[in-house]
């Protein structure tokens, strides 16, 4: 399939999103061929700019260190500005009129990254200039509210506008080449789907671990907290791809159907019994999260979650998903971890359980199995040996490449639909519902360590938690 002739309009083009991740990704798309020869990039933001100050404002914040200067200089060519105050309606008209101007075009995006109380605005302005035609998306920025009635906000307004195929909920996990990497792993290889079980599995890990703390974003990062920025949306995203049921087909609707399904069959949290929430605190010289840049200092926000989730389906019963995300841990690592059962073999005493090791970040994207194998010494002595694939071939586009160009190509499976997200959101609120309300503070744990002690409360009789070894 051809790539589309195509404008893609940034809103918020002058943030750290788009300076960071972005254009960055454009360019890369440029680079690779992968974008229409056509195709144009239009910058918006409040920011008072001419075309050329934008252009040099990429240059020097977008501009990948080992680009081109060439390729560069040609994929600036693609580059517009345009100054846009989302309160005013000539600066619609203007942006209409620009986009009517190229009548060649087959696919319009407007991607929203700005603050989630401009998504409803902005598109019904975009609607009231006749933006919103058949081949138009728009692609919603992460956090889509902060709880299921905020997020039911946004959509409603969205929908009044949009339609939910022309509606691009965006979560950078889908993006990730070992995340899609899990669906061929998990449904093409007869070695591992009919283990997929609670006869074989005997518990799941997930875990998306940071090293680094909230940096600049401290006084956005306190409103939100762990669970809205990382369980709501990635982990809980990587859970259903982990343990969905088979989907019919990988198109937007099945795959979405089947994400939803697992959501909806997720055990109601208990807060008090599946939950452990934790804080960082200074340590060795970093520093503590409420010393952080804009943090209040009795901020009791929680930089760190520890669940225990269960899933009500036949093929899962009596398996623990044990799901966990962090910042200023120890390691940092995206993991998905299959912990199968032991085997009762009298053979060969010093057996040790089968472990599958699927890591997603782009710099370790890597399966390793651990198996038994024999040592040559001793008549029944094994050790554990691991089988690592490494799953990166030739040029890995980034998550963001990736969903720029299926947005541009007008594909939804990897963005999120409505219902899923709001599900997502349903099942979190108990836990959302115990932060709020609960009087102790979360756990402290040392900044650059594995978290919290607590944790391990959650884990069941003879499960530890997985920390790289
Ligand atoms: C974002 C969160 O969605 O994901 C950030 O808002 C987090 O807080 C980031 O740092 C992690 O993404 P990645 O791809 O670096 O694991």
């Not at 009044?160 to 061929?184: M, P, V």
């Not at 340590?283 to 989730?309: F, I, M, N, W």
């Not at 036949?314 to 966990?324: A, C, H, K, S, T």
């Not at 890591?359 to 554990?384: C, F, I, M, W, Y």
């Amino acid at each position: 399939e051809s790539p589309k002739n195509f404008d893609l309009v940034l809103f918020g083009a002058t943030g750290d999103l788009a300076m960071r991740k972005l254009l960055p990704a454009l360019y890369h798309a440029h680079a690779a061929g992968r974008l229409h020869p056509l195709g144009r990039i239009l910058g918006a933001s409040r920011s008072r700019l001419t075309r050329a100050g934008f252009v040099a404002k990429a240059e020097q914040q977008a501009k990948p260190d080992d680009a081109d200067p060439n390729v560069w200089a040609s994929f600036a060519e693609r580059l517009d500005y345009h100054p846009l105050d989302m309160d005013d309606e000539r600066d619609f008209a203007a942006l209409a009129a620009k986009i009517h101007g190229k009548t060649d075009s087959e696919s319009t995006v407007f991607y929203l990254s700005t603050a989630p109380k401009f998504f409803t605005q902005a598109c019904r302005s975009l609607a009231a200039h006749g933006l919103n035609g058949a081949n138009a998306r728009v692609v919603l920025e992460k956090p889509l509210g902060t709880d299921l009635e905020s997020c039911r906000l946004i959509n409603d307004g969205v929908a009044q506008y949009f339609q939910e195929h022309q509606t691009l909920r965006i979560d950078h996990y889908l993006g990730k080449s070992g995340l899609q990497n899990l669906l061929a792993l998990r449904f093409g290889n007869s070695l591992f789907e009919p283990l997929w079980n609670n006869r074989h599995i005997r518990s799941v890990q997930i875990t998306l671990a940071e090293t680094l703390g909230v940096e600049e974003r401290g006084e956005f990062y306190d409103t939100i907290g762990a669970l809205r920025d990382m369980v709501q949306n990635h982990i809980i995203q990587i859970l259903c791809l982990t343990a969905m049921e088979r989907p019919q087909s990988l198109s937007a609707g099945h795959l979405r159907d089947a994400k939803l399904q697992l959501i909806r069959s997720l055990r109601p949290l208990d807060p008090e019994r599946d939950a452990v929430f934790g804080q960082y605190a200074f340590s060795d010289g970093l520093k503590g999260y409420t010393q952080e840049h804009k943090v209040p200092a009795a901020s009791r926000t929680e930089t760190y979650a520890a669940l225990c989730a269960r899933i009500d389906t036949p093929r899962w019963e009596g398996v623990p998903f044990y799901l966990r995300t962090g910042k200023r841990l120890a390691r940092r690592s995206a993991e998905i971890v299959i912990g199968f059962r032991p085997l009762s073999d009298g053979l060969f005493p010093t057996l040790l359980p089968n472990r599958l090791v699927i890591s997603l970040q782009a710099e370790d994207e890597t399966v390793r199995l651990r198996l038994n194998v024999k040592t040559p010494d001793g008549a029944n002595h094994t050790v554990p040996a691991e089988a690592c694939f490494d799953t990166r071939s030739g040029r890995r586009p980034s998550a963001y490449e990736t969903l720029l160009l299926e947005a541009i190509a007008g594909r939804a499976a990897l963005f999120n639909r409505r219902d899923e997200l709001e599900a997502a959101w349903a099942w979190l609120a108990p836990a959302l519902t115990f932060l709020r309300q609960h009087p102790r503070p979360p756990h402290p744990y040392p900044a650059g360590s594995s978290g919290p002690a607590a944790a391990e409360r959650l884990l069941a009789q003879g499960d530890t938690w997985f920390e790289g070894d």
